[in-house]
Structures are given as structure tokens and as C-alpha cells.
């Protein structure tokens, strides 16, 4: 991937690009604006399914203390919650276990942790025909990229009665940080953004419910109705632009 220090020099090419550092006027590493928008996530699922937005006293079980799984904890220990942290860095997790005062689980046994929400951060395809009757968690909201395997085990969570907190929903923080960015930064603003994600998982929920549906397809429904109405608005947006420039050469040709 494109490091911190390579974005450096495409700024200076070009105003085009994103994760930029401080120094330049970004914001730097998007990392802590995925972990929050993950948190927005990991509440409206909470109230969703559990009947509370309130962490406090919840057990969330933590799969990779990466960039946004750490940043996660985090937040996760401000807001009173009981997480249980694994990742295959041993050192790490005992640095994070003894500043935070949380428990642990191999990384073998983190996803069948007895938990209330599971948190993947780490790798990808974790909801698989291995592992998805061991989970013991009521939702599953993480920052983790392509978490089903495939398609059909969000049909088995939906059986299950797992609530799925679809991965490109949940983990946009960051992507909607970027566009706070292309606008002139404000970490105010990047937070109420990030905001937006306990929304967009809300609406995905109602989706699902009134279609029948699992929230993985719920949360394609939502991005074509989404990617229609922008064409839509783009669409008109062009035929205004096309008239006024024809009243304008109308105007000038006079």
C-alpha cells in the first residue's frame, strides 16, 4: 500500500489525493476516523438488536489490534465497555491488556469468545463454513474488509439471528473522512461524519427487516437505490447546467 511518507510526494504532484499529513493540511492517518465510524456502527447495532446505543458493561471481543482495531479499543474503554482483545502479536496485546486493564483471547478463540457483540479488525473471510456456528455473538460490527466468506453465510447469520453489520458500511469512517479533507479540514466536522455510519447501519437494519432479507444484501440495496439517485440528481443537475448555458449564448448572440 501507499505509505504516509509516498502521499507526501503525490502532494506535491497534485492536490488530488487523500491521508494527507498534518503538516500538509490533512488529516494524516484515516485509521482513528474508520475506528470511530466502526463504534457509531457497533452502537446502532447494539440498539438494533440488543436495545441499547449504551457500550457500558458490554462484552465486545476484539479480533486485531491494527490500526483500527486498537484505535477501536479505545473508544470502546472510554465508552464502558468490556472488551476482549486478540491479535497475533502477543506483545501487543499484553501492552494493550495492561493499559487498559481488559481481558484476552487467543487468536484462535476470539471469534468464539461468549460475547455480545464480535469486532473482526483483522483479516477477511472470518464468517466461514469453520466458523460460523461456534460464534457465540449476538452481532457481529467490525472494521475487518469482506468478512463473509461468501454471500451465503449472511443468509446463515440471518437464520442464526446474528445481526451483520455489513463491512463497507460499517468501516466508511475513513473514506468519509477523506472527503472532509477534499473540502479544507476540520476534525469537528470528520467526527460528525463519521456519525453518519450509525445512520447508514440503522437504515440497512430497516432494509433488511421490511424486505426479509439478510444486511448484506440490505446494504446493496441501499448503495444501488443510493448510486440511482445520484445519477438521477446528476441527470438534472446537467439538463439545468445545458439550459442556462443556452439562455446565456441566446443572451450574448443578441
Known amino acids: 500500500g501507499t505509505g504516509v511518507q509516498d502521499m507526501e510526494y503525490i502532494f506535491m504532484e497534485t492536490p488530488w489525493v487523500t491521508g494527507i499529513p498534518k503538516d500538509f493540511g490533512g488529516s494524516g492517518d484515516p485509521s482513528p476516523y474508520t475506528a470511530h465510524g466502526v463504534l457509531m456502527g457497533i452502537k446502532a447495532s447494539a440498539k438494533w438488536q440488543l436495545g441499547t446505543e449504551s457500550l457500558k ?3 465486545i471481543a476484539v ?3 491494527g490500526n483500527v482495531g486498537s484505535n477501536l479499543v479505545r473508544f470502546l474503554v472510554e465508552e464502558g465497555a468490556q472488551a476482549i482483545v486478540s491479535d497475533i502479536d502477543q506483545e501487543k496485546v499484553k501492552l494493550y491488556a495492561d493499559k487498559y ?3 484476552t483471547s487467543h487468536p484462535d478463540e476470539i471469534l ?5 457483540i464480535l469486532a473482526p479488525c483483522a483479516l477477511g473471510a472470518v464468517v466461514n463454513d469453520k466458523t460460523i456456528d461456534r460464534i457465540q455473538a449476538k452481532v457481529i460490527a467490525g472494521g475487518a474488509n469482506n468478512q463473509l466468506a461468501e454471500a451465503r453465510h449472511g443468509d446463515m447469520l440471518k437464520q442464526k439471528g446474528i445481526l451483520y453489520a455489513p463491512d463497507y458500511v460499517i468501516n466508511a ?3 468519509m473522512n477523506v472527503f472532509v479533507e477534499l473540502e479544507g479540514y ?3 466536522r470528520a467526527h460528525e461524519k463519521t456519525k453518519k455510519v450509525f445512520d447508514n447501519c440503522w437504515k440497512v437494519f430497516e432494509i433488511a427487516k421490511k424486505e426479509n432479507i439478510g444486511t448484506h444484501l440490505a446494504a446493496d440495496r441501499l448503495a444501488e437505490e443510493r448510486i440511482n439517485t445520484i ?3 446528476k441527470q438534472r443537475h446537467q439538463g439545468k447546467a445545458s439550459r442556462n448555458f443556452t439562455t446565456l449564448k441566446e443572451v450574448n448572440n443578441r
Open 101 to 103: 486493564k481488559i481481558s
Open 186 to 188: 476540520s476534525q469537528e
Open 63 to 65: 479480533q486485531g489490534l
Open 231 to 233: 445519477g438521477r440528481l
Open 112 to 116: 468464539f469468545a461468549p460475547c455480545d
Open 173 to 175: 469512517g475513513g473514506l
Open 57 to 59: 458493561g458490554m462484552r
